[in-house]
């Protein structure tokens, strides 16, 4: 499958020149493939996440979920869920807005690039090419968003794709009650 995606990768470079494509196996970086993976494409020059990816399995109650944290991580998810959060999920232009607003205000406040994935279009592209298999998730205090997650759903797995949070979301840990949210 590794030509079949040098070709495809090709072709798309062939025909719309520079382009952005973002790729999570699921394999481990020492694996074959992840190996083979690293020799062949290159790493995009602004980090994206953590460089790892986390499984959460959403087929548990979120007692049984929430038991696997760390004592670290439920400490956070309470302070984030005694924000007084109101949380609405969809693809919209409301959400796409709130979710870049917050994400230029995080980039600003980190001193570093916005993302082209993080981009207002880009975003907006793939909710319209998605439909319903894309969804933002945007926790709002007192009527203003703090908080907000996409996430892409493929069959039976989602995967995050872009999140931030604002000022008013890191004073109450608001990052931690999203991503439990979501998994609801």
Known sequence: TLPLAAGLLDALRAYWGAFYIRVDPPVAPSSIVGL??????????????????????????????????????????????QCGLSWTASNGPAQVDALVALHGEMTRRKGIATAPQARRAAILSLCSHFADDAVILVGSQDGRPITACFARIFADRAFFHTAATGAAGLACAASYAAVDELAE
Do not use: F, Y
């Open 36 to 81: 083979t993976l690293a020799r062949s494409w290159t790493r995009p020059a602004i980090r994206l996440n953590r460089g790892m990816t986390v499984v959460l399995e959403l087929s548990d109650d979120a007692t049984a979920r929430r038991a696997r944290m760390s004592k670290h991580h439920r400490h956070e998810l309470r302070r984030g869920q």
